[in-house]
C-alpha cells in the first residue's frame, strides 16, 4: 500500500517523502527516520514581560505580501520548510482563525512575522497559541517576544504550537528565570526516494569541495558503493568501486541529508559505521549550514 502511494509522486519528479506519524517504529522499517526532535514550549506570560522589550519596534495588524516573501526568504535559512503553493498561507490563516502581527523599525522593511490564535480559558481570560514565530534577526525575535509578554493581563502563559519556535537560543538566553515546560510532539521523518537525483537537488555549501566514498543501503537491504563529489555548490553521488569510508542505511541518509547530525559524535550514537573518522567528520559537515526545521504540519 505505501509503494502504491508513493508511486504517483516518484512519478511527477518526487526524490523525498515527508511524513508526520505516532507509529514511529512502523516508519522506519518502511526507511522513513526522524532528523530532529519536535517540541510545543509552553512560557509564562509574565516571564516573557519581565526578560524582553519590543524596543522600538513598530506593530502592525496583518497580513501582506511583503511579509508572506519574507517568511519565504527566511524559511531558505533552514532545512525542512517548503515552498507553499501561493493559496497556503491564507487558507492557513482562515482555517485556523489566526490574527497576524508585522515587527518593523520605524521607515524600514518588515523584519517579523508573528500569528496567534486565541480561544477562552475555562476559569478566566485566555488562552494564546503561536502558530508562526518568523524573526530575520535577533533584535526583531526579542520584540516579537517581548510583545507576546505583555498579553500578561489576559494570558498567564503563553504556548508554541509544536514546531512553531525556531531552534535558536533567542528564548533560553533571554528570560530571567528558565521556568520553560517543553512537550515532543510526532516528529516528522523524511525518506529518499531518488538518492542521486536528491543529491544534485539539495544545495552545497559554496565553499566545499570534497570527495567521500560511501556505502548506502538500497530498498532491498543490500549495500551499494557510491563516491559522493561536493564542488562549487553542486554535489553528486556515482557508482563506484572502492570501499566505502562511511556506510549509511536509508534511514541514516535522510537524517544527515536534513542535517539532523550535526556532529560526528552524533552521528556515531545513532549507529552510523565509519572506518575513517575524517571522513565521517566530513561527510557530517557537508549538511550542517543550515539546521532542521519544520514549523508547518498537515
Known amino acids: 500500500m505505501t509503494a502504491a502511494r508513493l508511486h504517483p509522486l516518484i512519478e511527477r519528479g518526487a526524490v523525498l517523502s515527508a511524513i508526520t506519524t505516532s507509529s514511529t517504529g512502523y516508519a522506519r ?5 526522524a532528523p530532529t526532535d519536535v517540541l510545543a514550549w509552553e512560557v509564562a506570560t509574565d516571564d516573557l514581560k519581565r526578560s524582553y522589550i519590543v524596543a522600538d519596534f513598530e506593530v502592525e495588524h ?13 524559511a531558505r535559512q533552514w532545512n525542512g520548510p517548503i515552498h507553499r503553493p501561493a493559496w497556503w498561507t491564507r487558507w492557513k490563516q482562515a482555517k485556523s482563525d489566526l490574527t497576524t ?9 518588515t523584519t517579523g512575522l508573528l500569528t496567534l490564535a486565541t480561544t477562552r480559558h475555562e476559569r478566566h481570560g485566555m488562552n494564546l497559541l503561536v502558530h508562526d514565530f518568523w524573526a530575520a534577526n ?10 507576546l509578554g505583555r498579553h500578561n493581563t489576559r494570558a498567564s502563559t503563553i504556548t508554541f504550537r509544536r514546531g512553531a519556535l525556531p531552534p535558536y537560543p533567542t528564548l533560553l538566553h533571554g ?7 517543553v512537550e515532543a510532539w510526532h516528529p516528522w521523518m523524511l525518506r529518499i526516494l531518488d538518492v542521486p537525483e536528491a543529491i544534485r537537488l539539495r544545495g552545497w555549501p ?8 560511501v556505502e548506502i543501503e538500497n530498498e532491498t537491504g543490500s549495500w551499494d558503493r557510491w563516491m559522493l563529489q561536493v564542488k562549487d555548490g553542486a554535489a553528486e553521488v556515482a ?12 534511514r541514516q541518509l535522510a537524517v544527515w541529508y536534513a542535517g539532523g547530525y ?4 552524533s552521528a556515531r550514537m545513532a549507529g552510523v559505521h565509519a572506518i575513517s573518522e575524517e571522513a565521517l567528520t566530513i561527510l557530517v559537515r557537508s549538511t550542517t549550514d543550515l539546521e532542521p526545521w519544520l514549523p508547518d504540519h498537515f
Do not use: I
Request: glycine share 8%; net charge neutral; charged share 20%.
Open 175 to 181: 528570560l530571567r528565570h528558565h521556568r520553560t515546560t
Open 206 to 213: 559554496s565553499e566545499l569541495n570534497t570527495a567521500v566514498p
Open 101 to 109: 502581527y508585522r515587527f518593523a523599525l520605524p521607515g524600514h522593511p
Open 62 to 74: 496583518g497580513l501582506t505580501d511583503e511579509v508572506e516573501t519574507l517568511q519565504r526568504d527566511l
Open 239 to 250: 557508482p563506484s568501486s572502492m570501499e566505502g569510508q562511511v556506510a549509511l542505511t536509508r
Open 138 to 147: 535577533q533584535p526583531t525575535a526579542a520584540s516579537m517576544l517581548g510583545f
Open 262 to 265: 550535526r556532529s560526528a559524535t
Open 29 to 33: 522499517r518502511l526507511g522513513w527516520e
